[in-house]
């Protein structure tokens, strides 16, 4: 990809192609930091609005809930009403969604403010995939998801950073301001020199509709299974609130099902995508690797600042070299995708993944930064920048580009469940662990010791993980650049002979 290569638009002007490209990454970069961004400020946060220790997790989890519950709508959206039109919505939204969070006065107010933000990012986040699949093609294809996977990765780590800096530099409520002026600039750009590009409405003038009841159910079934997972932390696994919970969800899961098979004409999540070996196995990795990676920085961070006793802005600081690793990953995967395929991508990358967090799960109540963590740390970091790349090209390899955003969408809520899932997992596992460890003991030694071992526990588990989504990884075939263009082409055939007969 050069700045020779040049997308037409509207006005006939030719827009270059880092330009679209641009626009897609800045807004899958606020999307991702947004996940992260407020863990560093939650104790000002919780002073300052006066949340409960219980209640303060709903900052962060008010917005991973309705991220995940709308991102299938929002894929859909993407391929039904158009990019453009579907990018601007999100991005205005979740600014507008951020302005008011930042200035809010009361538990109620941000909290709400946060849900907001998780719904733009929904339909923000699919859109960017999608502006990237239907811009580009062969080799300029995988250097544009090479360059959008480094940036939506570096988004994770990024957001401890940020938020360390904003939050010791000038107050909590920056970490929702900075999104201002981003999305503000990435709104213009989108206006002036995004195309529009969305499915055909059909023959007849029909008009394209989106799957309600399917939404309705999808997004409630999860919102219920992700708000049983994160109420694990007061309620324990067996208990008759977390059960009766875990079963609501499972039946409104269920009826999502029967109308997505049966009763929907237009459906939300055609089940056919599944058929397709690269998108079912590209699922399952993503869902173990979220489940993995999520607690990574959690723990990682927990650590820092209960055990090594690190204040917010350095703790921040400490991840800048895994930000850099993640970068460098998602660079290396996108030049060796074009060379050996995805499959042996994804073999490298959750090979690494399980070494790291063995080597990492050695961690002692005296270890060091630069002896103990920053290996590890920058081995994992790199192994999640190898996956990025090959996981999003195959869980789109073989869908027509108009089932793009649908096919990002259902990927990332893979991710998000995943995390929500395996965080509320390896967090209980890690209690379990400290609880005993600490039992008839007392001091400040005893509680840092009782801590690491109960973290070390959980990086164990996280490496299990890795294993599981390295045999996971064999279920995706090897796919390279004319095998997935082809597909898709294939792909795109039958979409157009279903709409016309």
Known sequence: MTDSSKTRVPTGRTVPDWVILSIACVAQFMVVLDVSIVNVALPSIGRDLHYSPTGLQWVVNAYVLTF???????????????????????????????????????????????????????????????????????????????????????????????????????????????????????????????????????????????????????TAGLGALIYAIVGTDTHAWASSHTISILAVAGVILAVFAVIQLRVASTPLVPFRLFRSRPVSGANLVMFLVGAAFFAFWYFMSLYLQNVLGYGALKAGMAFLPMAVSIIIGAQISARLLARVGVRPCLLVGTSLAAGGFIWLSGIQDHSTYWADLFGPGCVISLALGLLFTPLASAATSGVGHSEAGLASGVLNTSRQVGGSVGLAVLATVAIDRTTAVLKGRRGVAASHAALTAGYSRAFEVAAGLGVAALAASLIVPSIGPKRREAAATRADEVEVAASVS
């Open 68 to 218: 995940a519950g709308f991102l299938l709508l929002g894929g859909r959206a993407a391929d039904l009403f158009g990019r453009r039109r579907v990018y601007i919505f999100g991005l205005s939204l979740f600014t507008v969604a951020s302005l008011v969070g930042g200035f809010a006065q009361n538990t109620a107010w941000l909290t709400t403010a946060r849900a907001v933000q998780g719904v733009g990012g929904a339909f923000l986040s699919p859109a960017t995939l999608t502006i990237i699949v239907t811009t580009f093609s062969g080799a300029r294809m995988a250097k544009a998801l090479g360059i959008w996977s480094a940036v939506a990765g570096a988004g994770g780590a990024a957001g401890s950073i940020l938020g360390g800096v904003l939050t010791a530099g000038l107050s909590w409520r920056w970490v929702l301001f900075v999104n201002i002026p981003i999305g503000a600039a990435a709104t213009y750009a989108a206006v002036a020199y995004l195309t529009e590009a969305r499915r055909p409405v059909g023959g007849r003038g029909r008009r394209p509709k989106l799957d309600i009841a399917g939404a309705v159910t999808v």
